[in-house]
């Protein structure tokens, strides 16, 4: 990794001896072009050892999924025959942290939610107006802080109301998998962490709320003396099974609403702005919600043999923390989904120097051959 001091290295020629911690680094290169090479040279590979699968194997791939997926569920809808099957394995996302395989039998949903505080028409001199005209930062940083309390659990009402358990063997899966929160908190340089002593493992099972990034005016070299006329935020809620993406949303409007705020989706007018002291726009993004897949069903046991037939022991969770579209997938189709991740857990995805240890891919082949050929 660049991070540790690794050095840019030209790509070896074919067949050329290669180190397995080396990295490739390149936008999607984990997420997800690790995978889509690893399914076409497993099948290259099948194919030239004559061997022959089992099933009926169909490969989709879909190129919208970072802008939430918008035409696939329309797409299978309209092609059901076509794309139909009795399990869809999607392999998104990154291995466990010790590098042992993963198996998640679903995955968390996801909105959208954007904020905008207003305070003055334009920026004002903050000699001239401080003390009196409301700073729309402050006003945004305490409403925020409004939603979660100190360890990270959030304070909406009625928030996790409607969180399908965990059944018995999804617990107990939850409670072997192994233990890498130190591990963990050296890696990222942390302190402390959120969750009021839960482990990593077993908070990602539970719904979220998080900052992805907050603007106001500017700041360092560029800041000038002024109070912001506005501020603005960007906001995931990650879901779980059981919970309505729609009734979720409502009940974060509902909360702005109750710290004072005028809420509207558009952009205000000067009477709204003049009318109420607390002015917010919010818009919620389209929602994609939550699914698992049964542990104990004979698919599900038999993808888990298979992985660990050829990958050793594999950690097995009942969702992985991201998102993915898998309820896109079944509803249309009626189908069900398992996730079977790929890429190294250190891959930087949605980040700058996104990379793939080479290992992974190998690792990713051998483990396509299996599945294909199950």
Request: charged content about 25%.
């Amino acid at each position: 990794p660049l991070e540790r001091d690794g050095q840019v290295i030209a790509l070896p020629g074919a067949g050329a001896p290669f180190n397995p911690e080396w990295r490739l680094y390149a936008r999607g290169s984990a997420d997800d072009k690790a995978p889509i090479i690893s399914m076409m040279t497993a099948l290259d590979a099948i194919k030239a050892a004559g061997l022959k699968t089992k099933s009926n194997i169909k490969f989709a791939f879909e190129g919208e999924e970072e802008a939430g997926s918008v035409n696939l569920a329309r797409t299978l809808a309209a092609n059901k025959e076509l794309f139909s099957g009795d399990l869809w394995l999607m392999c998104d996302g990154p291995v466990h942290q010790t590098r042992r395989p993963l198996i998640a039998f679903g995955a968390r949903g996801a909105i959208r939610v954007d904020i905008t505080v207003y305070g003055p028409r334009g920026e004002l001199h903050s000699g001239h107006y401080g003390n009196w005209a409301p700073n729309p930062a402050l006003s945004l940083a305490r409403l925020l802080t409004s939603m979660k309390d100190e360890s990270g659990r959030v304070l909406i009402e009625h928030f996790y109301d409607e969180v399908e358990p965990l059944s018995a063997l999804e617990k107990r899966a939850v409670a072997e998998a192994p233990d890498i929160d130190g591990d963990l908190m050296k890696e990222f340089w942390l302190g402390g962490v959120d969750g009021g002593g839960k482990k990593l493992t077993e908070l990602i099972t539970l719904p979220s709320l998080n900052i992805r990034g907050m603007a106001s005016s500017r700041i360092g070299a560029q800041a000038s003396n002024v109070i912001p006329a506005t501020a603005s935020v960007t906001m995931d809620v990650r879901l779980v099974k059981g919970m309505d993406p729609q009734h979720t949303g409502e009940r974060v409007i509902e909360h702005i609403r109750k710290q004072g705020f005028f809420v509207t989706d558009q952009e205000p007018s000067a009477q709204e702005r003049m009318s109420h002291a607390k002015v917010a726009r919010v818009v919620v993004g389209r929602p994609e919600a939550a699914t698992r897949t049964s542990m104990d069903l004979p698919i599900s046991q038999e993808v888990i043999r298979t992985v660990e037939s050829v990958r050793g022991p594999a950690v097995k969770l009942p969702n992985m923390g991201g998102g993915l579209p898998l309820t896109s997938v079944e509803r249309p189709l009626g189908t069900r989904t398992i996730v079977i991740p790929m890429g190294n857990h250190d891959n930087n995805q949605h980040s700058y120097n996104e990379n793939l240890r080479l290992q992974n891919l190998w690792d990713g082949i051998e483990l396509m051959a299996a599945l294909l050929t199950m």
